[in-house]
């Protein structure tokens, strides 16, 4: 069964430092990764994509890498901002097209 | 871009009724498409695969018979929270995966549905 784990659980910077939010999962086959952002009380939004060939995707601000091998991907968030305080999800899509999700990074951004 | 809707996004029952929520895909076909439950602070757990025109596939531990799933067509299924208790309130969310070969399996969100039973 696939297990993500997210690291930190939660995390708080001033406005303008750069985030790294982690994620792992134990079974490396996979069909892709993608990271989420969840805001309270609210439903997901798709923020990166990487397929399980590809080894990173960006968006703006947003940069995301995938090691397939070691079962790691990161979210690096550039130059942070109030309006980035939300909750980050990692899922990754299994063969089983199944989506197992982490328990999310909480961020706060400080103004 | 592809859309997925759920309706309602709010709902508040009495204990003992049924509730149903919709999960439908705008713009694209969805012979697959999946019902997760996310508790406060929790991450969503997967509860069923839900397949055009055959019968959902439940995950260990949730109950088929409290909460029935249908997919009567490629844009839309239903789940109905059967019987609610206090205990089934939750954040129910949809997702579709898109059926083109090209999607890359690309699965989109519902917003997702707020349930309260009191």
């Known amino acids: 069964k696939q297990e993500v784990t997210q690291i930190p659980a939660a995390l708080s910077v001033p406005e303008g430092e750069n985030l790294v939010l982690n994620c792992s999962f134990t079974d490396s086959a996979i069909y892709n990764l993608q990271w989420f952002r969840q805001d309270p009380g609210k439903g997901l939004t798709s923020l990166l994509l990487?397929?399980?060939?590809?080894r990173e995707q960006t968006s703006g601000r947003l940069n995301a890498s995938l090691d397939k091998s070691s079962g790691r991907s990161t979210l690096y968030i550039a130059a942070s901002q109030p309006g980035d305080s939300a909750t980050y999800l990692c899922?990754?899509?299994?063969?089983?097209?199944?989506?197992?999700f982490g328990a999310g990074t909480t961020v706060t951004v400080r103004a | 871009g592809a859309v997925v809707s759920q309706h309602p996004s709010w709902v508040i029952c009495k204990s003992g009724t049924s509730v149903k929520i919709e999960c439908r895909s705008l713009d694209f076909q969805a012979t697959t498409m999946f019902w997760y439950r996310q508790f406060p602070k929790q991450s969503l757990m997967l509860m069923a695969t839900?397949?055009?025109?055959?019968?959902?596939?439940?995950e260990q531990g949730v109950e088929k018979d409290k909460f029935l799933i249908n997919h009567a067509s490629l844009t839309l299924s239903t789940l109905t929270v059967t019987s609610a208790h206090p205990e089934d309130s939750s954040f129910y969310i949809c997702?579709?995966?898109?059926?083109?070969?090209?999607?890359?399996?690309?699965?989109?969100f519902g917003e997702g549905s707020w349930l309260t039973v009191v």
């Open positions: 997702s579709a995966r898109v059926d083109r070969v090209d999607s890359g399996n690309t699965i989109y």
């Open positions: 899922a990754v899509l299994s063969n089983d097209y199944k989506l197992s």
């Open positions: 839900s397949n055009e025109g055959s019968k959902a596939t439940y």
């Open positions: 990487i397929q399980s060939s590809q």
